[in-house]
């Protein structure tokens, strides 16, 4: 059977996604209806299934993405030109919750192997973190963490240092904003020991942030002040040492799939992330939280236009009340930045055939899938409740992935259909949206979800592919392209003045 040349995403749609670029003139049969196209149409762009009034909703998902700017004929190509989002600013919500069917699980509760820590919690990996309160240590940071990488390899699975520019000069939400972060990253499950590094007259207070990191096993904690030791480097090398004696004696041992904490996100979106990775690992997502696992999901106005399907989702009248301060409190900070809450897709997206905020949002959550939500997360606070968490946190990159991090997330999902190599602390596999993607770069691709696309592989297949993926991925019987190619970087968001 051949692959469509264009599909309708729900019933109830009056646009079709082109899977492919699509000529002026061309006739496409998508369902039961068939149009000729009247403008060329690119690949992942909108093309009109009937005819449109100005002002007249455009549904996509099954859900409004926006209004007509004009009268638009059918077989017409559907973007910016004359496409506008209909969001507006803060609303009030009602609580209407929805039953929803439950997800297919295996018959016997999977495992993977992971390191279990004294608290309790489950790491994905067993390294050394050297992290530096301030960014006048980053070189030695590094330099230390290179070294010891080198010196110590095949005693742990990495020594690795986080480089920030913070730490200095900062007050009030930053100052706050970076402590969450880096003690975060101290308490994190992945890090067998972590090294902290302070200069000594920074704002960030050395005692200040590892009293911020709670209760953790400090016998896996070494520490010192630069500006009170002779030879920085060497002083934290000989730390990493001592720890490296403790760590190395860590097994992984046999750990059910509850202990997991997937963080998921999507970056360099295209039409087809709303279609094929994203849904996909909503799927997943709801196999691992049925299963008493944990999947953590920010990138808030990324939520906006599709934020009462995730409302309804709440576990509880508190959380629904939570998650609609979660969507105002983060409308309220554009509009105290006199931004515009619409600023949303990127260009790129766009490019991709994103057009409205509302068409981004509505497939960008389908991540999470249909899972309850259980818990509402501030900016770098840990989690500790299972299921569907949902993080305090914008949608850059390198920002929300590192809230997901630090709220315990031990593997990260990252779907795009543009592609980009960025990496975190702890296995970031990339799922492609499209197979073009995954076949020009096999080198930041961990999992092609544009299969889907050409009939090679089925949804429910990709499913069992994916879950396995991550499993093995958990298990450290395969490492992520980000691991392969040691891209692992954090991103502290910033909030406030510089002194």
């Given at each position: 059977m051949a692959a469509p040349r264009a599909l309708q995403v729900h019933p109830d749609d009056n646009v079709a996604v082109a899977v492919e670029p699509l000529a002026a003139g061309t006739t496409v049969s998508v369902g039961t209806v068939e149009v000729t196209l009247r403008d060329?149409?690119?690949?992942?762009h909108k093309v009109a299934l009937r005819d449109l009034a100005p002002g007249a909703p455009v549904v996509k998902y099954g859900a409004r993405l926006g209004d007509t700017t004009e009268a638009v004929a059918a077989g017409a190509w559907v973007h910016s030109h004359n496409l506008r989002t209909a969001l507006g600013d803060l609303h009030e919500y009602a609580y209407e919750p929805t039953d929803r069917p439950a997800?297919?699980?295996?018959?016997a509760a999977p495992t993977f192997l992971g390191y279990r820590r004294p608290d309790g919690r489950v790491g994905t990996r067993n390294e050394i973190w050297v992290i530096n309160t301030v960014a006048c240590v980053n070189r030695a940071a590094e330099r230390i963490a290179r070294t010891a990488n080198a010196r110590f390899e095949g005693r742990v699975d990495g020594v690795h240092s986080f480089q920030h520019p913070y730490g200095c000069s900062q007050l009030g939400d930053d100052l706050d904003y970076?402590?969450?972060?880096?003690?975060?990253?101290?308490?994190?499950?992945?890090?067998?020991?972590?090294?902290?590094?302070?200069?000594?007259?920074?704002?960030?207070?050395?005692d200040a942030l590892l009293e911020q990191a709670g209760d953790v096993d400090r016998s896996r904690i070494r520490y010192f002040t630069s500006q009170l030791v002779g030879d920085e480097v060497?002083?934290?090398?000989?730390?990493v040492e001592e720890l490296v004696g403790i760590v190395e004696t860590d097994e992984r041992t046999a750990c059910p799939v509850s202990d997991l904490v997937l963080g998921v996100k999507c970056g360099g979106s295209d039409a087809f992330s709303g279609i094929t990775a994203n849904p996909l690992v909503g799927r997943v997502s709801d196999r691992l939280t049925a299963l008493g696992g944990t999947v953590l999901q920010t990138e808030v106005p990324e939520m906006f236009g599709a934020e009462q399907q995730i409302?309804?989702?709440?576990?509880?009248r508190e959380v629904f009340e939570q998650t609609v301060d979660l969507i105002n409190r983060f409308k309220q900070y554009f509009i105290d930045h006199?931004?515009?809450?619409?600023?949303?897709?990127?260009?790129?997206?766009?490019?991709?055939?994103l057009t409205t905020l509302e068409e981004k949002s509505l497939g960008a959550t389908q991540k999470g899938g249909t899972a309850t939500v259980t818990a509402v997360l501030d900016y770098g606070e840990p989690t500790v409740?299972?299921?569907?968490?949902?993080?305090?946190?914008?949608?850059n990159d390198g920002v929300s992935v590192t809230a997901e991090v630090v709220a315990g997330a031990t593997v990260v999902v990252f779907t795009t259909g543009r592609g980009t190599p960025l990496g975190f602390p702890v296995p970031t596999l990339k799922v492609s949206t499209n197979s073009d993607i995954a076949a020009r770069k096999p080198h930041w691709i961990d999992f092609d979800a544009g299969?889907?696309?050409?009939?090679?592989?089925?949804?429910?297949?990709?499913t069992d592919d994916l879950f396995d993926t991550i499993r093995q991925t958990a298990s450290g019987e395969r490492r992520a392209r980000n691991e392969e190619n040691d891209y692992r970087e954090i991103a502290i968001w910033k909030d406030g003045v510089t002194l």
């Open positions: 060329d149409v690119p690949k992942g997800p297919d699980v295996p018959d970076t402590q969450r972060v880096l003690a975060g990253l101290i308490r994190h499950p992945n890090a067998g020991g972590v090294l902290v590094i302070g200069l000594g007259c920074e704002n960030n207070r050395l060497e002083e934290g090398l000989e730390m409302m309804n989702r709440a576990a509880t006199d931004q515009p809450i619409y600023e949303n897709p990127s260009p790129g997206n766009k490019d991709g055939g409740e299972a299921g569907l968490n949902l993080i305090y946190a914008p949608g299969r889907l696309l050409d009939g090679s592989a089925s949804m429910d297949q990709l």
